[in-house]
């Protein structure tokens, strides 16, 4: 079965740019989404088809995808920034997610 | 704006099915696909399946043999069955709009709040 790798966690100062990789198999060949999830919320779509943003989202947040790595970047990281990031990709004929990397802005 | 909103029993006991229901307000159900998604507390998410107005269905095929969606367009609702419960089907359950432009390309927004599901006798 197809799997997405993100590391646990990443950690970023305010202001800075913070960078979450996610991995996969050829995942340059696939579409990857982003979800941000903060602490008792649900998740939120910050980026479709590997770098467009949806209505709302800052354009801080913007993603790339080449080769086995798709990246969400944040540019001028702020406090309400951190939370958990999910990318997500189609895989094996179904849905598949990463398991996550907590974003601490420190 | 279209808003999603989850409800059934928040405890199942071991063996039974679970049962939800998502209600969808702001918009039509048609011609979306809709998708079930849960998340284990402190865990990940795990996608459980969609369906689209007309009924046409796919499954996670680690959960196809007890997973069951229906859809109700005259109410604009979908729901979600899980057979044969177990303590590791204990999760948040979300439904959630699925846009879905080909076997490749699709995403999930919005979501609803969710709802915690346990799976307890």
């Known amino acids: 079965s197809y799997e997405l790798t993100q590391p646990p966690s990443v950690s970023v100062s305010p202001g800075q740019t913070a960078s979450i990789p996610c991995s996969g198999n050829?995942?340059?060949?696939?579409?990857v989404c982003w979800y941000q999830q903060k602490p008792g919320q649900s998740p939120v779509l910050v980026i479709y088809?590997?770098?467009k943003r949806p209505s709302g989202i800052p354009e801080r947040f913007s993603g790339s995808n080449s080769g086995n790595t798709a990246t969400l970047t944040i540019s001028g990281t702020q406090a309400m920034d951190e939370a958990d990031y999910y990318c997500?990709?189609?895989?094996?004929?179904?849905?598949?997610f990463g398991g996550g990397t907590k974003l601490t802005v420190l | 704006q279209v808003q999603l909103q989850e409800s059934g029993p928040g405890l199942v006991k071991p063996s039974e099915t679970l049962s939800l229901t998502c209600s969808v307000s702001?918009?039509?159900?048609?011609?979306?696909?809709w998708s079930w998604i849960r998340q284990p507390p402190g865990k990940g998410l795990e996608w459980i399946g969609y369906?689209?107005?007309?009924?046409?269905?796919n499954y996670n095929p680690s959960l196809k043999s007890r997973v069951t969606l229906s859809v109700d367009t005259s109410k604009n609702q979908f729901s979600l069955k899980v057979s044969s419960v177990t303590a590791a089907d204990t999760a948040v359950y979300y439904c959630?709009?699925?846009?879905?432009?080909?076997?490749?390309?699709?995403?999930?927004?919005?979501w609803g709040q969710g709802t915690l599901v346990t799976v307890s006798s």
């Open positions: 959630v709009r699925t846009i879905r432009y080909s076997s490749s390309l699709n995403w999930f927004d919005p």
């Open positions: 702001g918009g039509s159900i048609s011609p979306y696909y």
């Open positions: 369906i689209n107005y007309n009924g046409s269905t």
């Open positions: 050829k995942l340059g060949d696939k579409y």
């Open positions: 088809q590997d770098t």
């Open positions: 997500q990709a189609w895989g094996s004929s179904t849905v598949v």
